[in-house]
């Protein structure tokens, strides 16, 4: 509450028709996306058109379709037929669910494979569905695409692994430039001769070509794919992290080092168990552990950060108009969420316009936070009374919101709860608290107060011209100005929870009635 903030968040613009009333995004209301890959096949069904899009139904089979391809350079018989049995599945629920037609891309294995052309057919006639195959470059653009869903305007380098291939791509200023594919997937990596010496050797020999290509890249690395998730679920387990939300967790080139050393000396099993890591996924982690100890040693990151968000998030963006790409995914979620579920939908912008004096100095990146705590305040209403305010801190806290860092996710989290309950003490709250500042902790508790006491004092337009909060935080003087229309609502408890958010900010209050 120190800065100052930017005209942007001054006024009320990003308040204006909501994107997904357009008949461009409604349209991409329900979209069906299967990505067979060199390991899985996966089917993802995205709901809503807002930016930050809700995964209506997600399913995956682990089939290892290339799994010995390097020995016989055909897909795995088994893998073959587990994955034709999954798209008849995916096919099925997709008109159960009367989605428009399915988008199937194939990766590197039907890509490389001897029988990918033959298996696309089989497909074809068993299923209907038509597999395109893409490029190891336009699967890196994919996936890139996918990390600007849920960071708009992001910059750095993107690593998408798989099971056969290793992408990369170069992202700036919300565009993708360069980018490059390898043959570092950890099934390949497993039938290297040599063991680990040999597969070493052949990483760095790889990782040298790449970064010859790309160039150097000291910015934030963005991992991409299933084998990094369940690296980052070690780290955190080794780490004793609080958070089990995998999409914007961070590490850094000590962590991975340290982690890529506990799975060496680890029992696998034991760790699998551990961190819920399936049989068939933890037996690619070391070899992806020697890909990553190497890629973070040749590039040297500033910092690292997992992307739940790849190749089928970036089809999805892929179809999206100009102007939706443009949007905020955090801000386009919580307006989609208000519009819903909120009984009042609308009134978030009132909100936020009735606690702005309290936090007029606070910079964008706060600001972006209050405005998505106004937006969501009242979304949980349907919940228990006993258990609203734990929902609401939940819901920001484990939900799938793009564009929001740990750290933020515990802040909104944290004003939510307060929007509902005085004392966080007791709450799932005090598992987290180390991800938040004592300052950012105290704003949070001054948000959801605010919030608290303006969602029962502006109830009626009507009442609503002229009542407003003034903060003097000099003189530590907390002032509400009543119309006469909102006296009757400023009753007893409206009083009390008042002196509640002064008590937060250390001050005094004072009650100005208008003429």
């Known amino acids: 509450m120190d800065g100052t903030a930017t005209s942007e968040y001054d006024s009320t613009s990003l308040f204006g028709r909501p994107l997904f009333n357009d008949p461009k995004a409604r349209a991409l209301s329900r979209v069906g996306v299967v990505d067979i890959g060199s390991n899985s096949v996966r089917l993802v069904v995205f709901d809503g058109a807002a930016r930050s899009p809700a995964y209506f139904y997600n399913e995956k089979l682990m089939c290892a379709l290339g799994a010995g391809m390097s020995d016989t350079g055909r897909l795995n018989p088994q893998g073959r037929d587990r994955a034709l049995q999954a798209l008849k599945r995916f096919h099925a629920l997709a008109e159960g669910m009367n989605l428009p037609p399915l988008t199937v891309v194939a990766t590197a294995a039907v890509r490389e494979a001897e029988d990918g052309p033959e298996f696309r057919e089989d497909v074809l006639r068993e299923t209907g569905l038509r597999i395109w195959v893409i490029g190891g ?28 291939s290793m992408e990369l791509a170069e992202i700036s200023e ?16 497993r039938d290297v001769k040599g063991g680990y010496k040999g597969r070493d050797a052949h990483i760095k020999e790889v990782m040298a070509k790449l970064a010859e290509h790309m160039g150097a890249q000291r910015d934030r690395l963005f991992l991409v794919g299933g084998s990094w998730r369940a690296i980052a679920r070690i780290d955190m387990y080794r780490r004793g992290y609080p958070l089990h939300v995998l999409h914007e967790y ?66 999805l963006y892929e179809q999206m108009p100009q102007e939706l790409r443009d949007r905020d995914p955090l801000i386009e979620a919580c307006r989609f969420a208000e519009a819903k579920d909120a009984r009042l939908p609308g009134f978030g912008k009132k909100l936020f316009k009735f606690v ?10 706060r600001m972006r936070l209050i405005k998505a ?34 750290s933020e996710r515990v802040f909104l989290g944290l004003a939510l709860l307060h929007r509902y309950k005085n004392k966080r003490e007791g709450t799932r709250f005090e598992d987290l608290e180390e991800l938040l500042s004592e300052t950012a902790t105290q704003e949070a508790e001054v948000l959801g107060k605010a919030l608290r006491f303006g969602a029962m004092l502006w109830m009626s337009d009507a009442s609503a011209d002229g009542t407003a909060l003034e903060w003097k935080p000099r003189k530590k003087l907390l002032r509400l100005k009543l119309t006469k229309a909102s006296v009757p609502l400023y009753g007893e408890v409206a009083q009390a929870r008042l002196q509640s958010l002064a008590a937060s900010l250390g001050a005094e209050v004072d009650v100005k009635i208008l003429r």
């Open 174 to 189: 919300g565009r993708v430039g360069r980018r490059i594919s390898s043959n570092l997937g950890p099934l390949k990596l």
């Open 356 to 365: 702005m004096p309290l936090f007029s100095r606070s910079d964008a990146a």
């Open 373 to 406: 705590a106004c937006l969501l305040h009242d979304v949980s209403w349907r919940a228990h009374p006993d258990y609203r305010a734990e929902t609401c801190f939940d819901n920001a806290t484990r939900a799938n919101l793009g564009g929001l860092k740990h």
């Open 137 to 164: 470059e336009e699967e890196a653009r994919l996936s890139a695409q996918g990390v600007l869903l849920g960071w708009p305007g992001s910059y750095g380098l993107v690593c998408d692994i798989g099971g056969s």
């Open 250 to 315: 961070r590490m850094n080139r000590k962590s991975v080092s340290q982690t890529v050393k506990f799975i060496k000396s680890s029992d696998l099993e034991e760790l699998r168990q551990a961190c819920g890591v399936s049989s068939a996924r933890m037996e690619l982690v070391p070899y992806a552990s020697e890909v990553l100890k190497r890629l973070v040693q040749t590039f040297s990151p500033k910092d690292i950060a997992i992307s739940s968000y790849g190749i089928r998030e970036g089809l």
